[in-house]
C-alpha cells in the first residue's frame, strides 16, 4: 500500500507561486512513477505533469507548459510541483498520483494506482 500526501496549497494572486509537494511512503519511491492532475469545479479530473522514476523524463499539459515544473527528490519521498505565474484558471484541487513500478506513467489517470487526497489551489483575480 502507498500513501500520498499533498501539501503546499492556498490562496494566491494572479502572477503569483506556490509549490507543491507530494510525500510517498514506501522503500521503492525511486521506482514509483509519479503525475500530478486537477480538478475544477464541475469539471473532470485532468491530467497537469508526469515524471520519470530518475526525472529524467517529464510531460506537461499545454496549458502549463512554460510556467509549471514537476521535479522530485527520490531521497525524500517527495515529489513537488512549481506552480509559476499562476491563473485564476488553475483554480482546482490538485492530485498527486503514483504508479509503483513503472518508469513513466504519462497522461492516463487510469494508469497510476495510487491516489492523494488532494490540495486546493486558489488563485485570485
Known amino acids: 500500500q502507498v500513501q500520498l500526501v499533498e501539501s503546499g496549497g492556498g490562496l494566491v494572486q494572479a502572477g503569483g507561486s506556490l509549490r507543491l509537494s507530494c510525500a510517498a511512503s514506501?522503500?521503492?519511491?525511486?521506482?514509483?512513477?509519479m503525475g500530478w492532475f486537477r480538478q475544477a469545479p464541475g469539471k473532470e479530473r485532468e491530467f497537469v505533469a508526469a515524471i520519470s522514476w530518475s526525472g529524467g523524463s517529464t510531460d506537461y499539459t499545454d496549458s502549463v507548459k512554460g510556467r509549471f515544473t514537476i521535479s522530485r527528490d527520490n531521497a525524500k519521498n517527495t515529489v513537488y510541483l512549481q506552480m509559476n505565474s499562476l491563473k485564476p484558471a488553475d483554480t482546482a484541487v490538485y492530485f498527486c498520483?503514483?504508479?509503483?513500478?513503472?518508469?513513466?506513467?504519462?497522461?492516463?489517470?487510469?494508469?497510476?494506482?495510487?491516489w492523494g487526497q488532494g490540495t486546493q489551489v486558489t488563485v485570485s483575480s
Open positions: 498520483a503514483a504508479d509503483p513500478g513503472a518508469y513513466y506513467s504519462g497522461p492516463r489517470a487510469d494508469r497510476y494506482d495510487y
Open positions: 514506501g522503500r521503492t519511491f525511486s521506482r514509483y512513477a
